[in-house]
């Protein structure tokens, strides 16, 4: 969405986990990253790599471990658990063109997984936003501008041996 009425689509994602506070029987929300973008592509890619940093987080593949040796590697637990279903969602095309055509059509898109004690929401919200007018920022006078053309800074270099100031 994007044309001559100034208005663009945004996208704004966030990874939350929920769980219940230990003894005190409350539940808490974290929010563990947020991301803007302008493409769905992006908020997409930055989704999968998230859901990885959180499934690799609970419990590190195996499969891409460096630690683990071929005869330490046996078939994962037949209940699927959520690092697997994270990494499975990672993993799916259709699941990604679905959650595409749902972004392209101005539909939020939310992953709920769950595990023992903790929820993890992984969510992208489309917002729709006002592209400003750059004529609009030039002055209504018409008045001179003022450019100082061929000087580039009023400062000397400054030279003390190692150390390289950043001005």
């Given at each position: 969405?994007?044309?001559?009425?100034?208005?663009?689509?945004?996208?704004?994602?966030?990874?939350?986990?929920?769980?219940?506070?230990?003894?005190?029987?409350?539940?808490?929300?974290?929010?563990?990253?947020?991301?803007?973008?302008?493409?769905?592509?992006?908020?997409?890619?930055?989704?999968?790599?998230?859901?990885?940093?959180?499934?690799?987080?609970?419990?590190?593949d195996p499969?891409?471990?460096?630690?683990?040796?071929?005869?330490?590697?046996?078939?994962?637990?037949?209940?699927?658990?959520?690092?697997?279903?994270?990494?499975?969602?990672?993993?799916?095309?259709?699941?990604?063109r679905a959650?595409?055509?749902?972004?392209?059509?101005?539909?939020?898109?939310?992953?709920?997984?769950?595990?023992?004690?903790?929820?993890?929401?992984?969510?992208?919200?489309?917002?729709?936003?006002?592209?400003?007018?750059?004529?609009?920022?030039?002055?209504?006078?018409?008045g001179p501008?003022?450019?100082?053309?061929?000087?580039?800074?009023?400062?000397?270099?400054?030279?003390?041996?190692?150390?390289?100031?950043?001005?």
């Amino acid at each position: 969405m994007s044309g001559s009425d100034g208005l663009t689509r945004s996208y704004w994602c966030e990874v939350r986990a929920e769980g219940e506070v230990y003894g005190t029987g409350e539940t808490a929300a974290f929010v563990l990253g947020t991301f803007g973008t302008i493409s769905p592509k992006l908020a997409l890619r930055w989704l999968r790599g998230q859901a990885e940093r959180i499934a690799d987080g609970l419990d590190p593949d195996p499969a891409h471990s460096a630690w683990v040796e071929s005869w330490m590697r046996v078939d994962p637990a037949p209940m699927p658990d959520c690092p697997t279903a994270l990494r499975d969602w990672t993993d799916d095309p259709a699941e990604h063109r679905a959650a595409r055509d749902q972004l392209a059509e101005g539909a939020p898109l939310s992953v709920v997984m769950s595990d023992s004690g903790c929820r993890y929401t992984l969510t992208v919200w489309p917002i729709v936003v006002r592209t400003p007018d750059p004529l609009a920022e030039l002055p209504a006078s018409g008045g001179p501008i003022h450019t100082r053309s061929g000087h580039t800074s009023h400062r000397k270099a400054r030279r003390s041996g190692w150390l390289i100031p950043f001005l």
